[in-house]
């Protein structure tokens, strides 16, 4: 069965300072992996997903994640902070299975001027 | 335009009663979903369907129905409304293709359902 794992409830930044929220897996093959961000009130937005190829992959809003099979972790990184990326962040899976995609617990991040 | 719309955004009824959500999709997928997510923000499928067939139905109570007319369309009922039911409801769509994997999916804004 596959799961995620996200250590992290709750994380709190300056505004300019760089992000890493942890995202662990698990899965017995090569996993889709996908990172949403949910604004408060909001739905999902994809933010970045890696499906094979280059492990580090290139989202939207300057987001970046590493796919580290060894680790098992999917970490996602942003350079620095804005005020407007405060919300909540999900890490997922995904394996064949039809478009099960199961979700991490969340991470909510709190930015700081 | 709405990529995943859902209707009402917010719905209010009393326990015992019967409900429903509506969803739709004009990105042409071939693949929506439910999933429900808890006060404690836990997101988890429900139910999939792909060409209006059933493909994934995850431990969920009879109560829940879902039922798509369409390619473009998957709806939610609920009968016997319970306090537990009271939870965000988000519709999802992707076009998928097996050999392929998954492709990402696209949510809706979310149908927040309160039984009192």
């Known amino acids: 069965a596959q799961s995620v794992t996200q250590p992290d409830i709750h994380i709190t930044v300056s505004e300019g300072a760089s992000l890493e929220l942890r995202c662990n897996y698990s899965?017995?093959?090569?996993?889709?992996l996908f990172w949403y961000v949910q604004s408060p009130g909001q739905g999902l937005q994809l933010l970045l997903k890696?499906?094979?190829?280059?492990?580090l992959v290139q989202g939207i809003k300057g987001f970046e994640a590493e796919f580290k099979r060894s680790q098992s972790s999917f970490n996602l990184r942003k350079p620095s902070v804005h005020w407007s990326d405060a919300a909540e962040y999900f890490c997922a899976v995904s394996g064949t299975s039809y478009g099960k995609l199961t979700f991490g617990q969340g991470t909510i991040l709190t930015v700081h001027p | 335009d709405t990529a995943v719309s859902q209707t009402p955004k917010y719905l209010v009824t009393q326990m015992g009663n019967d409900k429903s959500i509506k969803c739709e999709q004009n990105l042409g997928h071939d693949t929506m979903y439910w999933y429900k997510q808890d006060s404690k923000k836990f997101l988890k499928i429900m139910f999939s369907y792909n060409n209006k067939e059933l493909i994934i139905n995850e431990t969920v109570p009879n109560r829940f129905s879902p039922k798509s007319p369409d390619k473009a369309h998957l709806n939610l009922h609920i009968n016997s409304l319970e306090l537990g039911d009271s939870a965000v409801y988000f519709c999802?769509?992707?076009?998928?293709?097996?050999?392929?994997?998954?492709?990402?999916?696209?949510f809706g804004p979310g149908t927040r359902l309160t039984v009192t």
């Open positions: 890696y499906f094979s190829g280059d492990t």
């Open positions: 999802a769509s992707s076009q998928d293709e097996l050999w392929a994997g998954t492709y990402e999916q696209y």
């Open positions: 899965y017995g093959a090569t996993p889709y």
